[in-house]
């Protein structure tokens, strides 16, 4: 069984920083694309920021030049660094892996998600 647990949200002020963390565990053969989502209350979840196994990134274009993503392949781990958050940035935000546990199908896996509140 995989299991995504995320950590690192919390309540921070205009302007602060977070650094959220992703672990992946379990029945792993390899990991592809990893990412972040958020939802807002009564918005429809969006993409934060994605990075494929090799490294290259994709960020939406709100948090372009705040947030930063990277990962760790050896601790199966992703993290999003965010930066100047705004109150507009509170949500809940949620990682997303494409995983496989044979080497020949992915399966979308998701965390719980973790709880960004930013104070105005």
């Known amino acids: 069984q995989v299991q995504l647990v995320e950590s690192g949200g919390g309540l921070v002020q205009t302007g602060g920083s977070l650094r959220l963390s992703c672990v992946a565990s379990g029945r792993i053969f390899s990991i592809n694309n990893m990412g972040w989502y958020r939802q807002a209350p009564g918005k429809q979840r969006e993409l934060v920021a994605e990075?494929?196994?090799?490294?290259?990134?994709n960020y939406a274009d709100f948090v372009k030049g705040r947030f930063s993503i990277s990962r760790d392949n050896v601790k199966n781990t992703v993290y999003l660094q965010m930066n100047t958050l705004k109150p507009e940035d509170t949500a809940v935000y949620s990682c997303n892996a494409g995983i496989s546990i044979s080497g020949v199908y992915v399966r979308n896996y998701w965390g719980q998600g973790t709880q960004v509140t930013v104070s105005s």
């Open positions: 990075i494929t196994s090799g490294g290259s990134t």
